[in-house]
């Protein structure tokens, strides 16, 4: 048996009730059997649906305790429906768009469930990207740059890493940062670039110190003649995100927020070529048993709550 649905018959087949909901979980958190969340022990006992209790610590458990599913009052057979439906929606669900499908009361909670599987869609750590990579920066929400060197003043400014893969773009990697400094450069390109690569950027100086940082540089250079083609992959993935940002969300991202957008759109990017969108409600249901609950209150500053487990 396949580990996901392949078509929306098979979506509804599989999961027709609560109790169906909760064996996929189950199947998905704990391939080996049932383990307790707190003790790690895997003597348990199974109780009244849906609940655990460990053998060994006595502490009763669900299979959504400590997921992305923690403390929901809504049924799991609609949150499978949201996460089926954000899967197979090719350009990214808007809250709206959930509201309406779903039925939901409000566009609050529609908003607060899209910025949870947001959440989801990165996985604590990843592998960085190797080989040839473009790197370069863009200004999300402003029609014309701002200087680089200062800070964004008031824009937003995103680290594009794109991967070659022969002409093409490979995985990408996408940061927010507070200006373009080596001091803010740096961090970010260690987190999405494993040393030993080969780094493609303009002449700017921020990125001066990548050598010391253990990767190879290779400047190209800027001419008025080639304009934005110097670093094709880059500015591709720049235009892709912020037409994505104008058409699925209208524009309406609070640069708060932006951190969210720009995992989702990394999530959809790395997997465009996945030939079924299945697959896609897979990974995203195995993160989102893999990470911890988000409480609203959280996600109002925008504020990202780091993860302490790595189950990807
Ligand atoms: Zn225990």
Known sequence: MADYPQTVLEFRDWFTSEQACRDYLVQLRWPGGVR?????????WTMTPPFYRCQGCGYDFTVTAGTLFADTHKPLRLWFEAIWYVTNQKSGASALGVKRVLGLGSYRTAWNWLHKLRRAMVRPSRDGLAGVVEVDETFIGAPEPGKRGRGAGGKTLVLIAAQAEGRRIGRIRLARIVDASA????????????PGSRIQTDDWNGYCGLESLGYRRE?????????ENLLPRANRVASLLK????????GAVRPAHLDYYLDEF?????????????LLFYRL????????????KDLIGGKRVPSTTDRG
Not at 219 to 227: D, H, K
Not at 243 to 250: A, D, F, S
């Open 219 to 227: 400047v190209i250079r800027s001419t008025a003649e080639l304009g």
């Open 183 to 194: 001091a803010s450069i740096e961090p970010a390109i260690r987190q999405a670039i494993e």
């Open 266 to 278: 990394t999530f959809r990017f790395n997997r465009r070529t996945s030939a079924s969108r299945g």
């Open 36 to 44: 307790c969340p707190d003790c790690a022990s895997e003597k348990v």
């Open 285 to 296: 249901m195995q993160q989102a048993v893999a990470v911890r609950p988000v409480l609203g």
């Open 243 to 250: 037409r994505w940002l104008l058409g699925t969300h209208q």
